[in-house]
């Protein structure tokens, strides 16, 4: 069955960095797309940005550009996603999601359990 | 990028009775060239990460109940649950992926009346 495991809690000082991994199983990881998404507490949903587990392309949201990397390792069916320049305000749970690989966008049929990050001095 | 907005904000339905939960997009998420929407439809319960109902607008995701119907096309979007049962108390979330950045509604809390 499909399942995407992710790394565990993360707590992080302001300024620093983080990477939030996500291995994947149950099916080809190169036929499809990894999608990153948060949650703060009391938010809405907010996609980050994707990678194509196939060609390693990726697109990020305007708002995380130059603050995100999303990588992946074909050879450990694992995505990874480092959020740098840590703010208290980046204090969310982050989920990654599989999609599919497509000009357009996707909607997304499984999910990661979830990774909360936490950024305090 | 495209607004998502939900309503209500929250609802309580009796058990057994229908619920319905909108959602609009400030631009049309019709993708000419497919004649498709792309919009979808999810629920979140508490601890646990989101779960695809909906997408395409319409179409019912592996396994998820046939009491789930997604209706609408362009802006305008429906969520249907005609019968509710215990196990659908959850948040639901519409979401497009017309255009990046792909972009949730805010969320509709679905209750017990």
């Known amino acids: 069955q499909v399942q995407l495991v992710q790394s565990g809690a993360e707590v992080k000082k302001p300024g620093a960095s983080v990477k939030v991994s996500c291995k994947a199983s149950?099916?080809?990881?190169?036929?499809?797309?990894i999608h990153w998404v948060r949650q703060a507490p009391g938010q809405r949903l907010e996609w980050m940005g994707w990678?194509?587990?196939?060609?390693?392309?990726?697109k990020y949201s305007q708002k995380f550009q130059g603050r995100v990397t999303i990588t992946r390792d074909t050879s450990a069916s694992t995505a990874y996603m480092e959020l740098s320049s840590l703010r208290s305000e980046d204090t969310a749970v982050y989920y990654c999601?599989?999609?599919?690989?497509?000009?357009?966008?996707?909607?997304?049929?499984?999910w990661g359990q979830g990774t909360l990050v936490t950024v305090s001095s | 990028d495209i607004v998502m907005t939900q309503s209500p904000d929250s609802l309580a339905v009796s058990l057994g009775e229908r619920a319905t939960i909108n959602c609009k997009s400030s631009r049309s998420v019709l993708y000419s060239s497919d004649n498709k929407n792309y919009l979808a439809w999810y629920h979140q319960k508490p601890g646990q990460p989101p779960k695809l109902l909906i997408y395409w607008a319409s179409t019912r995701a592996s396994g998820v109940p046939d009491r789930f119907t997604g209706s609408g096309s362009g802006t305008d979007f429906t969520l249907t649950i005609s019968s509710l049962q215990a196990e659908d108390v959850a948040v639901y979330y519409c979401?497009?992926?017309?255009?990046?950045?792909?972009?949730f509604g805010q969320g509709t809390k679905l209750e017990i009346k």
């Open positions: 999601a599989r999609g599919q690989i497509g000009v357009a966008g996707t909607h997304y049929d499984y």
């Open positions: 979401q497009q992926y017309y255009s990046s950045p792909y972009t």
């Open positions: 149950g099916y080809t990881f190169t036929n499809y797309a």
């Open positions: 990678i194509n587990a196939g060609n390693g392309n990726t």
